[in-house]
Nanobody
């Protein structure tokens, strides 16, 4: 499956932004979908994931501020980011996998498909 992320930009702290990730090539209704983020020189950080059941998972730093959702007919996953902080600045990647196990959901090396990344910059 091919993934295309969009929606990044330069925003001020405290505002909201919604990222989108559209999939093509295969229906992803049964896939686990996730968002990760990364800054230069740092490891890729887990942000959020959503299973085919709709069950969601969040990284501690975004819990309560970010919401992941999916629209299966549109083959799209979203990341609603509220109350953005400068520490949220990063390149955001979407990922998908059809066979990932629950205990590995936060591990970027367990995902088969990746989007190209969309840059989010939050100014103070």
């Amino acid at each position: 499956v091919q993934l295309q992320a969009s929606g990044g930009g330069l925003v001020q702290a405290g505002v909201s932004l919604r990222l989108s990730c559209a999939a093509s090539g295969r229906s992803f209704s049964r896939a686990t979908l996730a968002w990760f983020r990364q800054n230069q020189g740092q490891e890729r950080e887990f942000v959020a994931a959503i299973r085919s059941t709709g069950h969601t998972f969040y990284g501690d730093s975004v819990k309560g501020r970010f919401t992941i959702s999916r629209d299966n007919p549109k083959n799209t996953v979203y990341l609603q980011m509220d109350n953005l902080k400068p520490d949220d600045t990063a390149l955001y990647y979407c990922a998908a996998d059809f066979s990932i196990i629950l205990s590995s959901i936060r591990r970027p090396d367990q995902y088969d498909s990746w989007g190209q990344g969309t840059l989010v910059t939050v100014s103070s």
